[in-house]
């Protein structure tokens, strides 16, 4: 059979897969050979906004379509790329490119790759990335609110609670339906279940606000012979998880003082602070505005780099910190840190 492209190209989150995506891949089916499916926020720890692996998602969406098709599915897993979009549309481009060589059965042929998906709102913008490849926009499937099903899923205290039942129902496809049933009864879902419990209780903290607040927070980037200083989380959000020292700033407290305040409280490292100070090479803001679950958060960070050593200084965790560690920079694992503290990493020190 012949189509219009030989690969079209859809990139999402697919958190969950909902009937709104399944439109937008069925449509992709009929017009390409090949449909190539991207999850993003992939490789990183599960959170009530990205709670599903990238494998899972994939069983979603496989689940939600006929064995007639599968083997036209091609998908895989796209990292985010936090405060470097060149990087993110790299990894895009590497990703398909490889899929396409790979799949792509006549070679003396160029393939005609299309990218398809939906104007819907401000996270639609990666339409625009890629002008080498033909867009093919297919209308958006209105009434479905991924954030809303989250929040229903996890809140639902059994399986039947009605009011997530209904809309199940309307927004996801049968298979996807079951396969959260399952989930449902897994420890992954309880620990989800209870952070996202935990942030609601937060938020309700300044529910009465005129408007929702923003938070200054800062964390320390200290960096010595090729390792970062992390700590182990010791609380919620993020418990267990590895982090950058540091927190919120205090009422009258300047930002860099806030950052070697929080690094000493945390990891009380061996290091006098006055050498901290003139350590400090740069510092830069982040912003991405769901870094955090806890609301509107921006961070200062500070790089500080010590002089290379064959002995790293001495620490160890405190405050809000159980344990804290150097970690090698080749050892850094995305899906083991917290928040965005690996792309804040990764843009400090170059990586």
């Not at 090479?281 to 870094?291: K, L, N």
């Not at 960070?301 to 050593?309: D, G, H, N, Q």
Request: aromatic share 10%; with cysteine; glycine share 6%.
């Amino acid at each position: 059979m012949s189509y219009p492209f030989d690969f079209l190209v859809y990139i999402g989150r697919f958190q969950p897969f909902h009937k709104g995506h399944l439109a937008v891949v069925e449509a992709g089916l009929q017009q390409a050979g090949h449909l190539i499916v991207l999850c993003g926020s992939s490789h990183q720890p599960r959170s009530t906004r990205n709670p599903w692996q990238w494998q899972e998602r994939e069983q979603m969406l496989r689940a939600s379509l006929p064995d007639s098709v599968q083997s036209r599915l091609l998908v895989a897993p796209l990292m985010d790329a936090h405060y470097n979009d060149e990087q993110w549309v790299r990894n895009v481009q590497v990703t398909v490119n490889g899929l396409v060589a790979t799949h792509h059965r006549l070679p003396h042929k160029t393939p005609r790759i299309g990218l398809i998906g939906h104007r819907k709102e401000h996270s639609s913008y990666y339409l625009n990335l890629f002008p080498q490849w033909v867009s093919a926009q297919v209308e958006h499937y209105a009434g479905i609110n991924a954030t809303a099903l989250r929040a229903g899923f996890f809140a639902a205290q059994t399986e039947r609670d009605p009011a997530f039942a209904q809309m199940a129902l309307e927004q996801l496809p049968p298979a996807v339906s079951e396969w959260l049933q399952m989930f449902s009864a897994t420890a992954a879902c309880q620990e989800l279940r209870d952070e996202q419990a935990f942030v609601a209780k937060y938020r309700r903290a300044w529910a009465a606000a005129p408007y929702e607040p923003s938070f200054v927070t800062v964390d320390a980037v200290v960096v010595q012979s090729g390792h970062v200083l992390l700590v182990e989380r010791k609380a919620r959000p993020g418990k267990g998880l590895l982090a950058l020292p540091g927190g919120f700033v205090d009422p009258h407290e300047r930002i860099r003082d806030a950052c070697l305040r929080e690094l000493k409280e945390e990891t009380r490292i061996k290091v006098p602070v006055p050498v901290l100070r003139g350590s400090i090479r740069r510092a830069d803001v982040f912003d991405e505005p769901y870094r955090s679950a806890r609301g509107r958060t921006i961070t200062h960070a500070f790089y500080i780099e010590l002089e290379p050593s064959s002995e790293l200084p001495k620490v160890k965790g405190g405050d809000d910190a159980r344990t804290a560690q150097w970690v090698p920079l080749g050892e850094l694992d995305p899906e083991q840190m917290f928040e965005d503290h690996y792309f804040i990493i990764q843009a400090m020190v170059g990586l």
